[in-house]
Every structure is written in C-alpha cells, then in structure tokens.
C-alpha cells in the first residue's frame, strides 16, 4: 500500500506543475486572461491625457527649479 501512494504522489508532483505550464502556455489563454486583462487595468493613454501629464512635469520642474534657485541667483 506504501509504494501505490507514493508512486501516485510521485506522479500528481509530476503532472501538476507540468500540466499548469501547458495550460498557461495556450496562446488562447494567454490572449484571454493576461492580455484581456492588462487592457482592462491600463487602458491606452489618449493624446491629450499625454500632453496634460507632460505640461504639468514641466510646471513642477518649473517650480523645483525657482524655489531652488531663486531669481537673484540666476543672474
């Protein structure tokens, strides 16, 4: 009874992990759970929110720059 058990744990510690990788591995399942996904919790950034998010970086070093640096030591 010992060597049944042991051969079907050897077997399930077998199968397991590599049946994960081959279902993991499907392109269909790829596409669906991870692509589908990631779309959904990053949508493609739209031309306008691009240009807001670069505008406000520059205000911000703007301001680091002159507080930093104020207008009597530029000169």
């Given at each position: 009874m010992g060597v049944k058990l042991e051969v079907f744990?050897?077997?399930?510690?077998?199968t397991f992990p590599v049946a994960m990788f081959w279902v993991s591995n499907q392109a269909e399942w790829f596409e669906y759970y991870v692509v589908q996904?990631?779309?959904?919790?990053w949508p493609p950034e739209k031309e306008d929110?691009?240009?807001e998010l670069e505008e406000f970086k520059e205000r911000i070093r703007k301001q680091r720059?002159?507080?930093?640096?104020?207008?009597?030591q530029r000169s």
């Open positions: 744990r050897m077997t399930l510690y077998l996904r990631k779309r959904e919790l929110q691009r240009r720059e002159e507080k930093l640096f104020p207008p009597a």
